[in-house]
């Protein structure tokens, strides 16, 4: 009954159009699509206990429960109305696999009452004791299900639950690069796959040499060649571009990092039930484009104001020089740790020669001591560690223009989490505590060593996350590289928590409430000012001083074309 998992991907169709499954025809471009979509279904993606598909089974089927319990419908109606809520092609395929599967789901909520014992019962959860809800009295037995617990030897991890998303984005790009970009340059004039949400947008697809972050030079005036909506002659027939920009020390803000820098965020009202109605899941579609990332939102890159709390670096800097708009690059990838940094740092787009220095973060705050391994080995070595920074840096100094400035962040102490969340509510209905735990029973949590009920496993983590950190401040002793010069801040998690507790909040306000694991937008806020008030103190001159020309910037052009 693997399909039966399929149903947490109902929202993925509308990517690729997935519209055979009820004999719509589609074009060649689609069928392409559709195949690399089923072989990617198609994966046993299992872990022990059932592993991934045992936690979505549970995770979608509780949903449904909730919600037939909240508004007094069926099981039924709940599926139906359920479909009825998602984009038009989800809801096909959502009504399809109920058709087809929701008469056995039916009927085994009538007997067991509960989404655990239902994906038991479906043999999709293959545990007696791994349950998300352990307070509801377990009806269902199968003396074939039994526990397989973790083996150092024979290792079967699986993924974590959300792993699924990027596993779907490699399908269409594995590069971490835009996939509509005409000129390969990196930059595009789309938002999602790696677009403006992440890169500043282009301002021509068919001319490689322009993109944002790019010296004007001798070039035609009356072309925005760098993107920064700045264009033209005055009465005087002098370059508007060379007149404001040629010597205002402008500088574009990258950063490179995982799922924190990209700003990993599950919309909260997806995963509550009271929460879920026609309006839910509009927008799903360039949510998961964008890889259930917010990059226009982090407090590196940040740009998109729709909501409160969004402030970054990039916007910092911006403020200070008009000259910088559109300046930003995210390479943000979910699940990154210092060894695959090694290759997505090559993504970078950034000429020595052509182009202007930038302020560059590299930031990695746990996945080298967190994964769904119960064991210490699986950490990275303080020597690994350091190897991959001194790598990164060689390829860094290969291509960042001279004058550039790289600050290092370190890991976070994650044992936050479990101190500030275990006895709370999750979104779905049970504690943390048991999210935790039913997590690390089937072998895919995100962070086995963070989120553990164990004192002693989280102190062993932060005390391996604070020797990789320390290893920052010993290359910044021990090396020097010709294009720029670097620092080291902590992550500032524990800052911006000691500012928000003094101002009457709770810690549990900084963190996202669906995965536990992450800083969410108000930590992100409150970090961008952290880092830029940091770097006023230490490096002033890193940011480059106040353009004396923004006010007549502002007045002739405005916003400058804005982001979208």
């Given amino acids: 009954m693997k399909s039966v998992f399929v149903l947490l991907f109902i929202v993925l169709s509308v990517l690729i159009n997935f519209t055979t499954a009820v004999n719509i025809p589609v074009n060649g471009k689609s069928l392409e699509i559709k195949n690399k979509f089923e072989e990617f279904l198609s994966k046993d993606i299992k872990a ?11 995770i979608v089927l509780s ?3 909730q919600y037939s319990g909240i508004h007094n419908k069926s099981i039924e109606d709940s599926l139906d109305e359920l479909c009825s809520f998602f984009p038009d092609e989800a809801g096909t395929l959502c009504t399809w696999l109920v058709n087809n599967y929701g008469e056995q789901i039916i009927s085994y909520f009538d007997q067991y009452q509960n989404a655990d014992d239902v994906c038991h019962a479906m043999n999709i959860c293959t545990s007696p004791t791994c349950r998300l809800f352990t307070s509801a009295p377990s009806k269902f037995y199968n003396p074939d299900h039994v526990h397989e617990e973790y083996n150092k030897e024979d290792p079967k991890v699986g993924t ?35 677009g403006y949400n992440w890169r500043g947008k282009d301002c021509n697809d068919f001319d490689k040499s322009s993109y944002p972050g790019t010296i004007e030079g001798t070039s035609d005036p009356s072309v925005d060649k760098n993107c920064n909506g700045i264009f033209g002659v005055n ?51 360039d949510i998961l484009e964008t890889e259930v990332d ?118 976070a102490d994650g044992r936050v989490l479990w ?56 290359l910044i002793k021990n090396y020097t590289f010709n294009n720029f010069d670097m620092i080291y801040y902590d992550f500032p998690f524990s800052t911006i928590n000691q500012m928000w507790v003094a101002q009457g909040g709770q810690t549990y306000d900084l963190i996202e409430p669906i995965d536990g694991f992450h800083p969410n937008q108000i930590a992100n806020y409150l970090m961008a000012g952290v880092f830029f008030n940091q770097l006023t103190q230490d490096k002033p001159e890193w940011l480059g001083e106040i353009n004396q020309y923004n006010t007549q910037i502002q007045s002739i052009f405005g916003n400058q074309g804005g982001y979208v």
């Fill in 48 to 58: 022990a206990n059932g592993g991934s598909h045992c936690a979505a089974c549970t």
């Fill in 63 to 65: 949903l449904v429960d």
């Fill in 160 to 194: 974590s639950p959300w792993a699924w998303i990027q596993e779907l984005i490699n399908i269409f790009s594995s590069q971490h690069l835009p996939i509509e970009d005409f000129d390969g340059d990196h930059h595009s004039l789309e938002a999602t796959f790696r």
């Fill in 235 to 285: 009465n005087q027939s002098q370059s508007y571009e060379e007149l404001f920009c040629s010597n205002s020390g402008a500088m574009g803000v990258i950063v490179s990092g995982d799922s924190a820098g990209a700003h990993f965020s599950i919309p909260p009202q997806w995963m509550t039930a009271r929460d879920i109605n026609s309006t839910t899941y509009k927008g799903m579609v």
């Fill in 294 to 411: 917010w990059p226009m939102r982090s407090c590196y890159t940040g740009w998109d104001s729709s909501t409160p709390y969004v402030d970054s670096m990039y916007l910092r800097m911006r403020e200070r020089n008009l000259c910088n708009h559109r300046d930003y690059q995210n390479l943000g990838v979910n699940g990154a740790s210092s060894s695959s940094t090694k290759t997505i740092i090559q993504t970078i787009n950034r000429n020595q020669n052509t182009d202007k220095p930038v302020l560059l973060f590299l930031e990695l705050i746990g996945n080298d001591v967190c994964s769904g391994h119960h064991d210490y080995d699986s950490m990275t070595t303080v020597e690994e560690f350091g190897e991959n920074i001194l790598n990164i840096l060689n390829y860094l100094d290969t291509t960042l223009p001279k004058g550039s400035h790289v600050v290092f962040v370190g890991l």
């Fill in 419 to 474: 101190d500030s969340l275990w006895n709370r509510t999750h979104p779905l209905g049970c504690t943390y505590e048991e999210v935790y735990d039913f997590l690390n029973c089937i072998q895919v949590s995100p962070c086995w060593g963070w989120m553990n009920p164990n004192e002693t496993v989280r102190d062993y983590t932060s005390n391996r996350a604070a020797q990789l950190s320390l290893v920052y401040n010993q």
